[in-house]
């Protein structure tokens, strides 16, 4: 059983920058994959970013490869989204999740069986 838990969002302007933080409870966390994904109001859930168990694999939707990071720190049992050179289109509420095993679609949310209670992320123009 794993339990997830974001923070870091809020509002911030065009062209500034926020760090995600997912924080997972359980001993096995450093087992699972984690990805990032994001709701906006009236439109589905799309996926933003992932990593793998290692950390050594990492994968990103077009929309915010070159500007978003997502790392992890095994150690202390969480998942960063560095957000940079945000977008008014980048407001949503942002999800991690977790899931492991050999043949899971990171970027597919239907794959993932944890999820967080998400952060609202508002980018102004």
């Known amino acids: 059983q794993v339990q997830l838990v974001e923070s870091g969002g809020g509002l911030v302007q065009a062209g500034g920058s926020l760090r995600l933080s997912c924080a997972a409870s359980?001993?096995?966390?450093?087992?699972?994959?984690v990805g990032w994904f994001r709701q906006a109001p009236g439109k589905e859930r799309e996926f933003v970013a992932a990593?793998?168990?290692?950390?050594?694999?990492?994968y990103y939707a077009d929309s915010v490869k070159g500007r978003f990071t997502i790392s992890r720190d095994n150690g202390k049992n969480t998942v960063y989204l560095q957000m940079n050179s945000l977008k008014p289109e980048d407001t949503a509420v942002y999800y991690c999740?977790?899931?492991?095993?050999?043949?899971?679609?990171?970027?597919?949310?239907?794959?993932?069986?944890?999820w967080g209670q998400g952060t609202q992320v508002t980018v102004s123009s």
């Open positions: 990593v793998s168990w290692s950390g050594r694999s990492t």
């Open positions: 359980g001993r096995t966390f450093s087992t699972y994959g």
């Open positions: 999740a977790a899931d492991r095993g050999a043949t899971f679609d990171y970027k597919r949310s239907d794959d993932y069986t944890y």
